[in-house]
């Protein structure tokens, strides 16, 4: 199966950087979804009409950003021109869609959504070539990049709904906190740093992924083979289990990238991810003799 595919049409002097903002949005916010902006999609040599054309072939919707310098204002009284943000348009409309019926996530056509970007959400301040025209029949969204973090979130929940698209899940589940690590005293950040210059803390490094009121320990480890790396985990699991404490972590292949936290104490770094931390370094110098 295909995932569900954007193609976003835009003028570069007018929302490029709003253009690259709402892929990442999209494709961060939406399951199995992919988003083509023309920028990141071109390759050298690559024949321009030709790959925008293929470009919209793979979409099933056109996303078309529409900002001040969208087109001519109407009171310049000059018709806008056949330049490539019309013919991306026109043809979004007009080629039929290219996927199986399978793959068409029960579209008969192409499905084209205005969004108006830091200006008046209406076409009459353009001046429209006769191609384009249909857009001003069809319902407009409106976001102004001064609002993006509030609104930014809304908007992809109205696509979604729209287009029967699931989202990913808003943030991670946590077990209801225990009382009596939640009175657990995070460590001090002079003391955390003092404590893993120690050898036995090989490797771990603090870090808050950009939020300042959360801190974790976090490591990666390598293995010779993903069966070393799940057996790794596996002794880890089971000491989990013993210790009530458990890590953030993901796994590729041969390698394990964890990150401790102590959810009860609101994200802060505890003796908990310090014991486990310790019995990680353990496990994993234990699985590096057995090889």
């Known amino acids: 199966m295909q995932p569900f595919t954007f193609f976003i049409s835009y003028r570069r002097q007018d929302t ?25 999609e071109m390759k050298p040599a690559d024949d321009f009409p030709d790959r925008l054309k293929g470009l919209i ?10 900002g001040k310098h969208w087109m001519p204002q109407r009171d310049i009284k000059r018709r806008a021109g056949d330049d490539w943000v019309t013919r991306e348009l026109k043809y979004s409309k007009s080629a039929p869609l290219t996927q199986s019926k399978r793959d068409r996530y029960g579209l008969k056509r192409r499905l084209v959504l205005p969004i108006f970007v830091d200006c008046e959400r209406s076409f009459d ?42 989202k990913r899940p808003d943030k991670d589940e946590y077990p209801k906190p225990n009382l009596v690590k939640g009175r657990t005293q995070p460590l001090a950040d002079k003391e955390l740093t003092r404590i893993l210059a120690y050898e036995d803390y090989e490797g771990w490094y603090i870090d808050n992924f950009g939020n300042t009121e959360v801190a974790y320990l976090v490591k990666t480890f390598q293995f010779p083979h993903f069966n070393q790396a799940a057996e790794f985990m596996e002794m880890v699991i089971n000491h989990c289990r013993i210790l009530d404490h458990h890590p953030e972590w993901r796994n590729v292949f041969n390698h394990v990238t964890v990150s401790l936290t102590t959810w009860d104490a609101r994200r802060k770094v505890t003796i908990y991810d310090l014991t486990l931390a310790l019995y990680m370094n353990m496990a994993a110098k234990f699985i590096h003799k057995k090889k």
């Open 16 to 40: 490029a950087p709003i253009a690259l903002l709402l892929k990442s949005e999209i494709e961060k916010r939406l399951q199995f979804v992919r988003v083509s902006v023309d920028v990141e």
């Open 57 to 66: 072939n793979e979409a099933h919707a056109t996303i078309a950003l529409i």
């Open 125 to 166: 301040q353009f001046s429209l070539s006769d191609s384009i025209t249909y857009l001003s029949k069809l319902h407009s969204e409106h976001i102004e990049y001064a609002n993006w973090p509030s609104s930014i979130g809304p908007l992809i929940d109205r696509i979604a709904v729209k287009l029967d698209l699931k």
